[in-house]
């Protein structure tokens, strides 16, 4: 059933625009929508820019959604990546469910699929993996677990629209959800996973290995380049030299060869980073990614310089006006979208202060 996103797929896309993580994207760019994971708090957070690097927090900061009802596990959210539903009309967002706070541990179970069909109100399905195949919605397709209750961390979903992918009806096209697994009895490191969400987003495949380069490896972002029509991974890997790194493919669901370790974001030293996420510019074929530099105190959320084949990182800046900035992601939203939220966070606001 595995279909990949093909450059005729592309060519079809860009009727209606699309979003730099190969996602369908506004027609009349206006500005950016940070989504991240609060620096002060488990919780997704909204900020605005015009230009991609100076942003104002919406609403302060505070939560977007309510954190406890959307993530049904743990009660907590990181981790946000937000994109626009295959027909441009509303948004889907995907979390980690966890809550560190009340865990005291870094072990978590599930994710949880978001759609919205203004940015501002939110439903959710919550996959905790525990409960095993019987949360997917494909019975025929091989487990790669025997037990799946000892799944122990499920982190870092993203999400991008794969218009060539079959379902087992015949039904075209899904959302390639990926993500990193951990269980703690059949896996000694972490790995890149991947399920297709149907457009509903509310079904979801079992999880099958992406990636798997024999040490861990989280926080991957995929992206389709229109400058050489492969699709650009940007990860975390432990083993060798630490760092984010970058991997090429033909194919989205890979393979994916491990990457050059002369090409890197190696700016930050010894420094440790983490939750890539890569975007155009209005207007530019070149590109920006932006990470957590999380091993300084205070950290530093960070955005750097690519070239147009998402290569030789360089001149990276701490983003601007964000008060809690963390792992997240960047949608490019149009006029009527960016006044709509700046209205809707004075509404807030002010709701929230009374």
């Not at 870094?106 to 919550?126: C, K």
Request: net charge neutral; proline share 4%.
């Amino acid at each position: 059933m595995k279909r990949i996103l093909t450059t005729m797929a592309c060519a079809w896309l860009f009727g209606i625009g699309v979003h730099a993580q190969g996602n369908i994207q506004t027609e009349k760019p206006y500005g950016y929508l940070y989504c991240h994971m609060s620096g002060a708090g488990e919780w997704t957070a909204y900020a605005l820019s015009r230009d991609g690097l100076n942003y104002h927090d919406l609403i302060e900061g505070q939560p977007v959604y309510d954190t406890e009802k959307v993530n049904k596990i743990e009660g907590g959210s990181r981790d946000a990546y937000i994109a626009r539903s295959f027909d441009g009309k509303g948004y889907v967002m995907v979390t980690t469910d966890m809550c560190v706070r009340k865990s005291k541990h870094w072990y978590n179970y599930g994710i949880n699929l978001l759609r919205s069909d203004d940015l501002i109100h939110w439903e959710s399905v919550t996959f905790d993996f525990r409960k095993g195949p019987s949360i997917f919605c494909d019975p025929q397709t091989v487990d790669v677990y025997r037990d799946y209750s000892k799944i122990c961390r499920v982190w870092a979903p993203q999400v991008m629209w794969d218009a060539d992918y079959v379902w087992s009806d015949g039904t075209r096209g899904g959302y390639f959800v990926y993500y990193s697994l951990l269980n703690s009895e059949e896996d000694t490191y972490d790995r890149i996973f991947y399920s297709y969400a149907d457009r509903s987003f509310t079904r979801l495949t079992k999880p099958q290995v992406l990636i798997d380069w024999g040490y861990a490896t989280i926080d991957t972002d995929i992206n389709y380049l229109k400058s050489d029509g492969m699709y650009h991974l940007m990860i975390k890997k432990e083993g060798g030299t630490p760092g984010i790194f970058t991997s090429l493919s033909k194919q989205l669901t890979g393979p994916w060869p491990e990457p050059d370790d002369r090409d890197y974001v190696n700016f930050e030293g010894r420094k440790k980073c983490e939750g890539p996420s890569a975007f155009q510019l209005i207007g530019e074929d070149t590109w920006r990614v932006g990470y957590i530099e999380y091993s300084s105190n205070p950290k530093h959320y960070r955005i750097c310089q690519a070239d147009a084949y998402l290569r030789n990182f360089h001149d990276p800046v701490d983003i601007k006006g964000v008060e809690a900035p963390q792992h997240g992601s960047f949608l490019i939203i149009d006029k009527k979208e960016y006044k709509r939220l700046e209205k809707w966070s004075r509404r807030e606001l002010k709701k929230r202060k009374n």
